[in-house]
């Protein structure tokens, strides 16, 4: 009996020592493992990423699932078939038989001909000795994965159509492709649309040449704070004739004739072509769900349209 009673009461205690253990909140577990995947294209075929040595990387897609031992150096690589565009993949962290962590990602075009011209792909090895320390500085924020390069056409002022390019985030590139067809499909002209890098990623060079340009890792200006086009998330629509208005102060300096915003009042020989609330580009950018620094209330950025 004696001994009876002590197995109960060890079991007791193994029992009380185990939900102990199993009660540690799930985030208490999470944060103390690391892991980070690279994103998902429709030209992928592998999840690839670093995690806590130890690890397991599992990914189940439908009824089948793949999985990697993460490796020394803790990169791992989780062999699958290529998915399509928009499917949604739940990469989790196992530790034995544990769930430590779980991410899921969304598969993302690789490449996309939208029409004749207009197209947008991942960040090529060329495109990033374009953009690198210049409008691209590694940082915490964005990575090229997040970015894509969008080839468009335009019209410029003297209706001449141009080739025009832009890097913007992965989440609005299907937007630009969509916009700027419509705005060549109406024969909106715009000056230029090169890379900011083609200006040293210097805004105050692109905006003075009236150049439409949207990714630049950059600061607010005159604030710490990230501007919409750090994260690809921004546009600068004709610069120039859509200066940034804020009291007396006007950039660029040589748009301050379209600081009159008023088509009869105004003398700048582009007049016609200022952005204004309700107008065709303006609606074409709402209804892609973009705001626009027009409508802001304290200053005025009529360039500027940006999504969140
Ligand atoms: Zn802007």
Known sequence: M????FKKLFTALICAAVA?????????????????VQGLYTDSAAVKGTATRGTVVKVKLGSVQYQAKTRRGGGFTVKIPRQKAGTKVQVNLYKG???VKKKTLKVYPAQVEYRDGFSY???????KKRIEGKSYKKNKHINLDQLRYVRVKHYDFDGTIKAGELIVNRKIAQDMVEIFYELYQNKYPLQEVSLIDEYGADDGRSMKANNTS?????????TKTLSRHAYGMAIDINP?????????FIDPKNGSVYAQRDVKKCRGAHKKWMIHKNDFIYQLFIEHGFEWGGDWKRIKDYQH????
């Open 2 to 5: 004696k001994h009876a009673t």
């Open 20 to 36: 102990v253990t199993c009660c540690v909140p799930a985030q208490t577990v999470a944060k103390s493992y690391k892991l980070s």
């Open 97 to 99: 038989k544990q769930r």
């Open 121 to 127: 792909h991942k960040i090529t090895s060329a495109v």
């Open 214 to 222: 949207a990714f630049n890792y950059r600061k607010i200006a005159g």
């Open 240 to 248: 120039r004739i859509n200066p940034y208005v804020a009291g007396n």
């Open 305 to 308: 349209f940006e999504k969140n």
